[in-house]
């Protein structure tokens, strides 16, 4: 049988508010994948299961109330409320952590879903940094060590930003392949 | 699929706010470009671990420094200048040896440095690493093990610097004189 489309999912939800079955399904898909544009946001692994389930009982809640205008762009949707979301915890605001006490329990499972990665291996890491040109592996430091920004990086390595953005690209595709096994 | 760069600079919080808004429409649709930011994500973390852990050998810059200083890591730190020779050694919980190699950087476009042992061969040469016009140096960040497992050894470092037209010049020799922790 083919496999509905997200965009299908939500629509059968705004049809019919009670299929459960629609609901699950589109849970299970964008859980993992609200887990990922949530970590840009959110570095506490507790704040981030929050964080899931805030946002998959907002986007559930907005569907069946038919308040999604668009269910076809039901991704670009999520991705509003999850910014809306983390942008509204940043600032302090938790109201909407109330909607987590309603969670049902399959929810809280679903929202827990990751992606499925294989486990960095430490060491074939260590070795794929060793590996990088010099002024690449000083940008992947400053970037994720150093928490800079690829201004303040262009500044301290006396280039442009551009150039830092360039860097940057070449090293982390270098090291995704590199510790995936595809040497580049 | 997205193209690997933007998914970097969202990532790297380097995409301007209408990019941010399109990127993450296209993850929360996408599940191929989901995993690849979750590794790209993952790496960071990884490698940010790796520099704390004492695990990494790297040019260092004022910000990275900073950081080092900032996690409380056990460091030794060496200073030389031109001609001049330094005693070195790791201790058993020495994350790193930082060493800086002084020079009158004007002029500079490019450095590069030169590990060869004392009357032997080339080691090793570093080519084109960072530098800090203003301080006049070259750090260079050695982590313990590599140390650790050394004999005892003379290395000595050249530093060569090209400016904007390509032509080199040598900028310093300096000795690192290094002995095995009793």
């Known amino acids: 049988m083919e496999e509905r489309s997200d965009a299908a999912l939500a629509r059968a939800i705004a049809a019919d508010p009670s299929c459960r079955a629609s609901e699950a399904e589109l849970c299970r898909r964008l859980a993992p994948r609200i887990r990922v544009v949530g970590r840009r946001y959110v570095r506490d692994a507790s704040e981030l299961d929050d964080l899931v389930q805030t946002v998959l009982m907002t986007t559930l809640q907005k569907l069946r109330d038919g308040a999604v205008d ?8 999520v991705a509003g409320v999850c910014r809306r979301v983390a ?11 109330t909607l987590l006490d309603a969670a049902r329990p399959q929810l809280r499972e679903l929202s827990r879903v990751e992606l499925s990665t294989a486990a960095l291996d430490r060491d074939r890491l260590a070795e794929c940094v060793r590996a990088l040109p010099e002024r690449q592996r000083t940008v992947v430091l400053l970037t994720f060590y150093a928490e800079e920004d690829g201004a303040a990086i262009a500044e301290e390595l006396g280039t442009s930003l551009g150039n830092v953005r ?18 580049r | 699929m997205i193209a690997l760069a ?11 706010e209408d990019e941010v808004a399109e990127v993450e429409q296209h993850v929360m649709g996408c599940d191929a470009c989901a995993r690849t930011a979750d590794r790209l994500m993952d790496l960071g973390d990884a490698v940010a671990a790796l520099a704390r852990d004492g695990a990494l050998r790297h040019a260092a810059t004022p910000s990275v420094l900073a950081r080092m200083d900032a996690d409380g890591l056990d460091v030794r730190r060496y200073d030389v200048r031109p001609g001049e020779a330094v005693e070195c050694q790791a201790t058993p919980t020495q994350a790193y040896a930082i060493t800086w190699l002084r020079a009158d950087l004007s002029g500079v476009a490019s450095v590069d ?3 060869a042992a004392e009357g032997g061969p080339v ?5 084109d690493v960072p530098f800090d016009r203003r301080e006049g140096a070259v750090v260079l960040v050695e982590d313990g093990d590599s140390i650790r497992a050394l004999p005892r050894i003379d290395l000595r470092l050249t530093m060569r610097g090209r400016d904007a037209s390509g032509e080199e010049r040598e900028l310093g020799t300096y000795l690192l004189r290094h002995s095995p922790a009793a």
């Open chain 2, 113 to 115: 440095v030169e590990v």
């Open chain 2, 6 to 16: 933007r998914l970097v600079d969202w990532v790297t919080g380097d995409a301007a």
């Open chain 1, 70 to 77: 668009e269910p076809a762009r039901v991704a670009a949707f």
């Open chain 1, 166 to 183: 360039v860097m940057r690209h070449r090293a982390l595709a270098s090291l995704h392949a590199c510790v995936e096994g595809r040497e």
């Open chain 1, 87 to 97: 942008a509204g915890w940043r600032r302090g605001d938790r109201r909407r952590r």
């Open chain 2, 123 to 127: 080691l090793d040469t570093v080519r």
